[in-house]
């Protein structure tokens, strides 16, 4: 069994690292087979039934919510596989915060009137 699956960041664009992290419950025969978007991400450990990955993302990851899915067999031989279809986001850009949004907004305004007020004393 496959539990905690955690994501970060949650959210990655192109040139981002994701790290996946996840717990089995019992002893496994192998290293279990990870992939987003149908692609292999890398193992960087695996001990004690606690397991991390990192998958680079890339153009070829769609925008969207990306496929997480997990392959494992215990030792005795029985397989189970997890799909996650909403722990990782990937997007051409962050989210816009409203809190920035309006800081952006107040500093734009800031610039146009400054600059508004430049040309007025310029003027004869």
Avoid: W
């Avoid at 539990?3 to 419950?25: C, H, M, Q, Y």
């Amino acid at each position: 069994e496959c539990t905690g699956l955690s994501v970060t960041p949650e959210f990655a664009r192109p040139g981002d690292l994701v790290v996946i992290r996840f717990d089995v419950s019992e002893p496994l025969s192998g290293d279990p087979a990870v992939r987003v978007n149908g692609r292999m991400a890398l193992p960087v450990s695996g001990k004690d039934g606690a397991h991390v990955y990192t998958h680079a993302v890339t153009e070829l990851d769609p925008p969207g919510f990306a496929l997480i899915e997990i392959e494992l067999a215990d030792l005795a031989g029985n397989g189970a596989n997890h799909a996650y279809a909403q722990a990782l986001q990937i997007g051409g850009a962050l989210p816009l915060n409203p809190a920035m949004a309006f800081v952006a907004v107040m500093l734009l305004a800031g610039i146009r009137l400054g600059a508004a007020a430049i040309r007025r004393r310029a003027s004869p």
